[in-house]
């Protein structure tokens, strides 16, 4: 019988080509007519979006990205690429593309550059630790839509998502660790995951479980003791509830409480982005200072770390174990 040949598929958001308001404009746009993102009703949603939050957050938001733009591009996409390189480096005989739900490059463009090396089965890894609807099911059902467009799909193995796998936990361990050597043991230290809406978890999304797990699986392997640690939610978006507590709303509480040392980690981000250079690293430290704090670290998103290569490594060989 004839061996199947594997290749990797890398997906992670996506990101605007450029730190201006019509490229950001483009890249919202796309991004948040995905029911899997926003999922009101089209009839409500369509004039709400083009009147409103793109006209209005487009220029506000491209400012953002200037700030945190890097000299090769979106820190997203700087990283994302650079993830592909070191996972490629690791897997000589196995082809490894990066695809972006929304923007370049398109999940299509990946998936057939997979398909003209000649893979028959593709290991889907989205680049999100917890799942959730609006993310992973996302990258699902962007590899599902261009499949559909297919007359010979090939075998494909879906990682959901990897919030406890211990080559992750011992990554995010190291991290901490390193920042812990590095600046102190801080009075908290704060994991901050992007949010949802309250509502996708009331209706099954299991993304908050998943948070939780991660979390508690990395304060057990540090030995934590539970008043050292919080969990909380940030870059929530429109008016209805979101999951709490909120990021930015406890950092500006500790100071109050006599916690002046603080250190924030991102986990559920695999590369630095707008949410964790800006609103992080950048806005919540304000807000603790402001507030009394006295030291904020921000802790990086595991990026290309030789860590976070190795989870990758086992991730996928886990799956050509699986299938072989
Ligand atoms: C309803 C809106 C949104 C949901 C639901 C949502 C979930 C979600 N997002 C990420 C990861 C990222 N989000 C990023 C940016 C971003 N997210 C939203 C909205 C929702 N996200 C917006 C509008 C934006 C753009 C910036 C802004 O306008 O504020 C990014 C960074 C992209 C970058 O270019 O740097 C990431 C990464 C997760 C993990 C998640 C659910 C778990
Ligand atoms: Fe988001
Ligand atoms: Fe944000």
Same mark, same amino acid.
């Given at each position: ?97 990066? @695809?972006?739900? !929304?923007? $370049? ?9 997979? =398909?003209?090396? /000649?893979? #028959? ?82 209706? @099954?999304?299991? !993304?908050? $479980? ?9 304060? =057990?392997?540090? /030995?934590? #003791? ?87 490594? $086992? ?10």
């Amino acid at each position: 019988m004839k061996q199947e040949k594997f290749g990797v598929l890398l997906v992670n958001l996506g990101t605007p080509e450029a730190p201006t308001s019509s490229a950001v404009k483009r890249y919202l746009a796309e991004f948040l007519s995905d029911k899997r993102v926003v999922d009101v009703s089209r009839l409500i949603w369509w004039p709400i979006l083009n009147g409103v939050i793109l006209p209005i957050r487009s220029p506000r938001v491209a400012k953002l990205y200037q700030s945190v733009w890097m000299e090769e591009g979106s820190p997203l996409m700087v990283y994302s690429r650079r993830q592909q390189a070191a996972l490629q480096a690791r897997l000589p005989n196995i082809p490894v593309e990066l @695809g972006m739900s !929304y923007g $370049q490059p398109a999940l299509k463009s990946a998936i057939d550059k997979l =398909h003209d090396a /000649g893979v #028959d089965r593709i290991i889907l890894l989205p680049l999100y630790p917890q799942y959730s609807c609006s993310t992973n099911a996302a990258v699902f059902d962007g590899v599902a839509r261009h499949f559909a467009s297919m007359r010979r799909i090939p075998s494909l193995n879906f990682i959901r998502d990897y919030a406890e796998h211990p080559a992750y936990i011992a990554a995010l361990c190291s991290s901490i660790r390193a920042s812990f050597a590095q600046h102190g043991q801080p009075d908290m230290l704060l994991f901050s995951f992007h949010g949802i809406p309250q509502r996708y978890a009331d209706q @099954g999304d299991d !993304y908050p $479980q998943r948070c939780r797990a991660t979390t508690q699986a990395v304060a =057990h392997t540090l /030995g934590l #003791d539970a008043e050292r640690y919080m969990m909380t939610y940030q870059s929530r978006f429109g008016r209805e509830p979101w999951l709490t507590p909120f990021t930015d709303k406890t950092i500006e509480q500790l100071p109050a409480k006599g916690i002046k040392h603080i250190q924030v980690i991102c986990p559920g981000f695999s590369a630095d982005c707008l949410e964790t250079l800006e609103e992080i690293k950048v806005q919540n430290k304000e807000f603790f200072i402001e507030a009394g704090g006295e030291t904020f670290e921000y802790i990086p998103a595991l990026n290309d770390d030789a860590l976070h290569i190795e989870l990758f490594y $086992q991730l996928v060989m886990e799956q050509i174990g699986r299938s072989a």
